[in-house]
C-alpha cells in the first residue's frame, strides 16, 4: 500500500494544512487550494478568489511552458455553489471559474497522503521536466507550540529533464481575505539568522479594527533567492483581474510590479489578489527546490455560536501569544524549516515504518488531521477546546463533549499538556457544588455552565480520563489539584440532590435515568453505562489509595465488586452484555415526572421509547477497552467479554448494506460494509422506537469495537472493520482525511489511535517509571510500533534478539519494563549507548537497579539468550 490516489480517487480530498486550533486550509486531491478555514470558524467548500499556484519554464529567454500546477478537477461538471465563488456559480453554471480547472494545468496527478505528509508528483507530455511538490504543517509529538503554527508549507521540487538550463518560474498567488474593499497588499523583506532573505507578501486592510472579530492579515512568503512579485492584480470588471494576470505569468521573465494608490477596490465582487513568484535555473538533468509558506492571523475570537447574554467577550488565539502577526509566523517558519520539518518527516517514518497492518496505519494517521481542522481552538493561555465536528460555516457540537472526547486516544498521547488542560477546564468550570458535571464548556471560560442533566458516560470517562492522564505524565501535585473534584464527581451517582437517582442506595449499579452519547436516556441498568461506573469506581480507588486516603479506596472498592459481580451475572445473556429494562413498564417513567412521560412513553405501542433492551450494542463493553487502554485490569469477566466481543462481531458487522434498513444518517450504504450501533438477533424482541441512531455506522465507535477486538485477540475481526471503514473513505466517495458523524472532522474517529496500542500491548506508568509492550503477534519473527508518552516518543522494535526502545524526542526515566514473560526470561543484558544497565526480573517486568535516562536519539536496549 502506497497511500496514492489518482484520478477519481482524488475527488473528495482536501488534506488540511494548518496548525492545532489554527484553522487551515486544504489542498485538495488535484493540488487546489481549497476550504479556505482561517478565520475561526469552518468554512466547507469554500475558496479565496484565484488562489492558486503555477509554473513555467523558459529557454533563451522564451517561454516553453505555463500551467497551473494542477491536475483535472473531477466531475461532476454541472456545477456546484462554493463559498467565496462570486455571482454566475453554481448548478446550470459548470465548474467555478476561480477553480482554475479552464487554465493550463497538468494532465495527472497522484497524491500520497501520509499524515502529516502530503507529496504530490504532476506529470504533462507538454511541460520540460518532473514537477513534485510536498505539503504539511508541523506535527511534532509532545511539541505542541511549532504543532500549532498558523500556516500551509509547501516545497516544490523541479527537475529538468530537458538537454540544456531551463530557467523555472513557480508563484503563489492569494486573494486578500479582507471584506472592506481598503485593501493593502504590502512587500517586505527579511533576513535569515543561518543566511539568506525571506521575501513576504502581507495581505491586510488599511480599515482594520484591531477589536473587530475579521481584524487580521494574512501572508505569502518564500526564502527564494531570485523573486519577483505582483502587490495586486489588475483590477477591473468581469474577469479582467485573471486575463491580465495569466497574460502576465505567460510573458517571459520576471512578474512587474503592480501597486495601487487609491486602495478601494472598484471590483465588488472580485478579492484583491497578490503574487510571489520564485525564479531557479535549472541544469540538464538536475533537481531544485522552491518553499512557499501561506501564514495567517485572526486574533480575535468570539462566542457567535451561542452568544452570551449580556455583550460579547472576545478573546486572544493562542497563535497570537506566539506571532504577533502573520509575517512573524511566516519568518519563523522560513528560518526553522529544517527542524520543523526533519521532526515532522520523523514522526511520520515512525508511524510509517510499523509493522502493523498497512490499512491500521492509514486509519491512524487519517485521523490525526482532525487537530489541525477548526474542530479545535486553543484559549488564550493555550487550553484545548474542541467541538465534536465541523458544521459547512460553524463547529458543530460545541464544548469538548465529554462523551464523544471520551473516544479520542490520539490527544492525551501525542500532545498530552493540551489534554490535561481539558481535564483542568472541565473539573475549574464544569462541576456543580454537589459533583454534577456538564458535559459541555461553554465559551469563553467562566460564563454560566449548561443546565442539562448530567451525563453518564461523559461523567464517569472524565474520572477515567484523570487515571489515565496522572499516568502518562505521573505529575502527582497536579492529581492533587483536581482530587475533591473527582470525588465529588464520583460521588453524584449517589448524591440525594442526583435528579436522575444513577445509584441511590450505593450497589454500585447505574439504574436511574442516564444520559449518554446516543443523545437521549436509558432506564434501567445496562454494561455500557455501568462499565463507565465501574471504571470510574476502579480509577478512583487507586488514585485514593496513592494519595493516602484509605476509606476512600476501600468505599470504591467495595463498590466496584458489588457493581462488577452484578453486571456480569445479571447483564449477560450467554451470549453478550445487555440492558435490563421492562418497555411495558410505565412506572419507570412516572417516577421522573410527565416531562419524561411526554417524551419517552409510546401511547400507541404502549411502550418505553430509545431503549436497547434486548438489543447487542456496539459500546455494550467499551468501558473494558478503556481500562485495557489505561491499565485498570478487569471490569467485566474477561471470557464472557470475549464472547460478547464475538456477538458483536456476528450481529452488527454487515458485509454490505444493500439489504440493510437504515432509517437514520447515511454514513455507509449499497455493498459497502461496517458496523452497525445497535442489532436485535433473531429472537430479541426490538422496540419499536428504539436507541437514536442505531442502525448508523459511526467510525468512532467502529474502531473502538476493532481495537478492543484485538486486544482480546480477534485480530482478524478486529483489521477486517478498520478495512471496511477505509474502504468508505476512498478519495472517491469520501475524504480520507474527513471522517464524518455529527459533521466534518469528527473528534470521535480519532479512537483510531487506540490501535496503536491494542497492536503493541502498550504499558504504561510514569508515576512508577515504567513502560511496556505485549505484541499481540509479530511480522516475520519481529514488531515494531511508534509509541508517544508524557515526556519522550519514539519506536519500539521487537525481533528473536533484542527488544528496543529508541527514543526520537524527549526523553524518559524508567525504572521497570514490562514484555511478554517468555522474553523475559531471556533478557541477558540491558544497555543504553552501550552502557550496561544493572537490572533484575522481578514478576511481569525487568527493575533496572537505578533510574535509566533515555535522552534524544539514544536507545534502551534488552538482549535476549538465543534458543
Known sequence: MNYTYTGRKTKEISFPLGGIGTGSIGLGGNGSLIDWEILNRPNK??????????IKAERNGQVMDARVLQGDLQPPYMGQSRRGAGSHSGYGFGPDIPTMAGLPHFRNVEFQGQFPIAVLRFSEPGFPGHVSMTAYNPFIPLN????????????????????????????????????DKQTLNSYERCRKEAGGTVHLLKLSSRLSDPGHPGHGDLCMATDAADISYQQYWYRGEWLDTLEMFWRDFGEPGKLANRVYTDHSSSDKVRKDMASLAAHVAVGPGGKRKVRFVICWSFPNVH??????????????????????????????????????????????????????????????????????????????????????????????????CTHVWNYAYALPFLFPRLERSMRDLDYRYNQRWDGKMSFRLMLPPGREASQFRACADGQFGGVIKMY???????????????????????????????????????TGVLTGRLHHTLDMELFGPSSWLNGFYLGALQAGARMARHLGETDT??????????????????LFNGEFYGHRIDLSDKSILLTFGEEAVRRYWHEERHEIKYQIGQGCAIDQVVAQWHANLCGLGELFDREQTITALKALYRFNYKPSLRNEANTWRLFALNDEAGMVICSWPEGAYKPYVPVPYATEMMTGMEYQAASHMIQEGLVEEGVSIVQ??????????????????CGSNYARSMASYSLLNAFGGFQFDAVRGMIGFHPVRLSEGRFQTFWSLGSGWGTFEMSDTCATLRLLGGGLGLLSFALPLERLRRVRSVSIGGLSIGFQVGGSVIQFNEEAFIGTQQALVLHFHTN
Open 45 to 54: 467548500r469554500s475558496i479565496n478568489a484565484f488562489s492558486h499556484i503555477s
Open 144 to 179: 505542541d507550540r511549532d504543532s500549532s503554527i498558523p500556516g500551509a508549507f509547501f516545497e516544490v521540487e523541479l527537475e529538468n529533464t530537458w538537454g540544456e538550463e531551463l530557467l523555472y518560474t513557480v508563484c503563489l498567488s492569494t486573494g486578500n481575505p479582507s471584506d
Open 303 to 400: 462566542n457567535f455560536w451561542n452568544p452570551e447574554q449580556e455583550g460579547t467577550t472576545f478573546w486572544n488565539n493562542y497563535y497570537n501569544t506566539l506571532f504577533s502577526d502573520s509575517t512573524a509566523s511566516a519568518k519563523y517558519a522560513l528560518e526553522h524549516w529544517q527542524r520543523l520539518y526533519g521532526e515532522t518527516l520523523a514522526f511520520k517514518n515512525a508511524l510509517f515504518e510499523s509493522t502493523l497492518p498497512e490499512v491500521v496505519k492509514e486509519a491512524v494517521s487519517a485521523n490525526l488531521s482532525v487537530l489541525k481542522t477548526p474542530t479545535t481552538l486553543r484559549l488564550a493561555d493555550g487550553s484545548f477546546y474542541g467541538f465534536e465536528g465541523c458544521l459547512e460555516d460553524e463547529g458543530s457540537c460545541e464544548g469538548s
Open 468 to 506: 489515565r492522564d496522572w499516568k502518562i505524565s505521573g505529575d502527582t501535585e497536579w492529581l492533587r489539584t483536581h482530587w475533591e473534584a473527582i470525588k465529588q464527581s464520583i460521588a453524584f451517582a449517589w448524591a440525594k440532590t442526583n435528579e436522575d437517582r444513577w445509584d441511590p442506595e450505593q
Open 553 to 570: 479506596a476501600e468505599l470504591y472498592e467495595r463498590l466496584f465488586r458489588s457493581g462488577k459481580a452484578w453486571t456480569d451475572g445479571h
Open 724 to 741: 471496511s471503514i477505509r474502504d468508505r473513505y476512498d478519495g472517491e466517495k469520501r475524504n480520507p482525511w474527513n471522517e464524518m458523524e
